[in-house]
């Protein structure tokens, strides 16, 4: 069996790339630095399925993305959560949190509508992260699937 992304994920995010393991993507909500790693391996729901050497590789890509999105971002906080209860399929929330967000400093989920991302806010977010992402990244944009 392949790895196909959950439909969910690929309607609410912009497909930013890869790492060895990990998709990247990019929450479709402009109020918040809000990245998303996927690992890209059929029917995962829990690290734990992933075997040691999986695991290993997705700690270090989303510490490698942590890195990135602080130094890019420059937030208060970053939150880090794998829910799943929503969207089954293993995946990791990364947030960057400025006290004084649209939540601050509740958790993010349902706190105000979504606001969609224009082509400037876009291009601005993408350009602030591209210049910290590790060398193994593998650039691949793609919109919010419709």
Same mark, same amino acid.
């Given at each position: %069996?392949? !790895?196909?992304?959950?439909?969910?994920?690929?309607?609410?995010?912009?497909?930013?790339?890869?790492?060895?393991?990990?998709?990247?993507?990019? %929450?479709?909500? @402009?109020?918040? *630095?809000? !990245?998303?790693?996927?690992?890209?391996?059929?029917?995962?729901? =829990?690290?734990?399925? $992933?075997?040691?050497?999986?695991?290993?590789?997705?700690?270090?890509?989303?510490?490698?993305?942590?890195?990135?999105?602080?130094?890019?971002?420059?937030?208060?906080?970053?939150?880090?959560?794998?829910?799943?209860? %929503?969207?089954?399929?293993?995946? $990791?929330?990364?947030?960057?949190?400025?006290?004084?967000? @649209?939540?601050?400093?509740? *958790?993010?989920?349902?706190?105000? *509508?979504?606001?969609?991302?224009? =082509?400037?806010?876009?291009?601005?977010?993408? @350009?602030?992260?591209?210049? !910290?992402?590790? *060398?193994?990244?593998?650039?691949?944009?793609?919109?919010? @699937?419709?």
């Amino acid at each position: %069996m392949s !790895f196909a992304l959950h439909p969910q994920l690929a309607r609410d995010c912009h497909r930013l790339g890869r790492f060895e393991l990990g998709l990247l993507l990019l %929450m479709n909500d @402009a109020q918040y *630095p809000w !990245f998303i790693l996927v690992p890209q391996r059929p029917q995962l729901r =829990e690290i734990y399925q $992933l075997d040691e050497t999986g695991q290993a590789l997705l700690l270090r890509e989303s510490t490698a993305l942590s890195r990135a999105l602080m130094a890019a971002f420059r937030g208060d906080k970053l939150n880090i959560a794998a829910l799943g209860n %929503m969207v089954p399929q293993l995946h $990791l929330h990364h947030i960057v949190r400025y006290e004084g967000d @649209a939540a601050w400093p509740a *958790p993010v989920w349902g706190r105000h *509508p979504p606001r969609p991302y224009d =082509e400037a806010g876009l291009g601005q977010r993408l @350009a602030a992260l591209r210049a !910290f992402l590790p *060398p193994g990244f593998h650039e691949d944009y793609a919109p919010p @699937a419709t």
